[in-house]
């Protein structure tokens, strides 16, 4: 029994360290019904492991502490992978729009830091991410730029696909290009009408020089 209970402890610890927790915000809301009105807390979390993995969750209760318990469950179940670059920032620049909030974030060179605010910023942290820009150019609301701050994180690529990607645009482009540059620097040819009747001159030219000597 003690073994097992040892176990699980040991389980517990090492959960809990698995992931880092940031509570964004807490709101008391309350739900009018026919006694009254019922009030309850709304915790938003965000949890990452600062290698990549991130997530939010929204739990409400009528205490604090199980609101951000069950908040922290939801962000485990709806984890992400952000691809990040050896510099530490993302691969590419990516601009959403949810809801009333709207958001570029861009890659950033070594020592650039994190230039964010609010939500984004703490959800980039959890990420891993240590160089970015960024700007929020909608609402200011802290779940909404939260919920949009995944989104944008969700439409990051590896650097290998949108490496393979240029490499397609610029393999389709190049045949095109040397198309028109041999187009360009290829003689004109002349139409086969204009040929066979330039060689019908050509040939009563000769017949009338014949003449004329022959006479």
């Not at 309850?40 to 609101?67: C, L, M, N, Q, Y």
């Amino acid at each position: 029994m003690a073994k097992n209970n040892a176990r699980k402890a040991d389980a517990m610890v090492k959960e809990q360290k698995e992931f880092e927790e940031e509570v964004l915000q807490i709101d008391r809301v309350t739900r009018v019904v026919k006694g009254g009105r019922r009030l309850r807390f709304r915790a938003t979390v965000a949890i990452g492991d600062k290698k990549g993995r991130v997530g939010v969750g929204i739990g409400k209760a009528s205490e604090v502490v199980t609101g951000i318990q069950k908040a922290v469950s939801r962000a485990k179940a709806n984890l992400i992978k952000v691809p990040i670059t050896k510099g530490d920032t993302i691969p590419h620049a990516v601009r959403v729009k949810y809801k009333a909030a709207e958001m570029m974030v861009m890659p950033a060179s070594p020592g650039t830091g994190v230039i964010a605010g609010g939500s984004l910023r703490k959800v980039l942290h959890l990420a891993g991410v240590k160089n970015v820009l960024s700007k929020n150019i909608g609402s200011r609301n802290t779940l909404v730029t939260a919920q949009a701050a995944i989104k944008a994180l969700k439409e990051l690529r590896p650097v290998r696909e949108a490496d393979a990607k240029k490499e397609v645009k610029e393999e389709k482009a190049a045949p095109e290009a040397g198309r028109e540059k041999a187009e360009k620097e290829a003689p004109k040819k002349e139409a086969p009408k204009k040929v066979a009747d330039k060689a019908k001159k050509e040939e009563s030219a000769k017949k009338e020089e014949k003449e004329s000597k022959e006479d």
